[in-house]
């Protein structure tokens, strides 16, 4: 599928310090290091990614809007936005991209403020608690997601 469109992996607050601090939560890989696991398995099945990050959530609703033409899917670990953020379960239900959310940690097992979702609301699926691969099993998901769209 050479024209196929990119899976994007978006990514919120505070991520890019990934690997720098509270490892027993988050484990060690960096962000750099999730990018690139990401890219190499989405090659594997035959796509490309689309890999950011921003603690603006302002920035992360401009990036799910331009997701609407341009991905064929969305990962997205919206960091604690996820809990709290209206736009951007807003943002997610004005798309017909899926949008698969996903975290490293499980947030049902955590705090009592983490177990809502705003995204989750909006999103067609969950993937949490796995580490860094809960993103390679999210890319799965969504080129999967993606490849049943294009059938359709
Ligand atoms: O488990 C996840 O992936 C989360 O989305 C991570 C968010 C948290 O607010 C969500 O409840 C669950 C926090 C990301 C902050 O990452 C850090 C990494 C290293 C050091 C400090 C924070």
């Not at 050479?2 to 890989?29: C, F, H, Q, T």
């Not at 999103?123 to 997601?145: D, M, P, R």
Request: net charge neutral.
């Amino acid at each position: 599928m050479p024209d196929a469109k990119p899976i994007y992996v978006l990514n919120g607050p505070n991520l890019n310090l990934l690997g720098s601090r509270e490892p027993e939560i988050y484990g060690r890989a960096t962000l750099a290091d999730i990018e690139q696991a990401c890219a190499e398995r989405a090659r594997q099945l035959g796509r490309k990614i689309v890999f950011r990050q921003s603690n603006v959530e302002g920035e992360l609703v401009d990036w799910l809007q331009e997701a609407r033409d341009k991905a064929a899917a969305i990962v997205l670990n919206a960091g604690a936005y996820t809990h709290t953020s209206v736009a951007l379960h807003d943002a997610i239900k004005a798309s017909s991209v899926p949008v698969i959310e996903t975290h490293l940690s499980n947030p049902a097992a955590r705090e009592e403020f983490r177990h809502v979702s705003l995204v989750g609301k909006a999103a067609k699926g969950v993937i949490a608690g796995f580490g860094a691969t809960s993103y390679l099993l999210a890319v799965e998901a969504a080129v999967l997601l993606a490849n049943e769209g294009a059938r359709a």
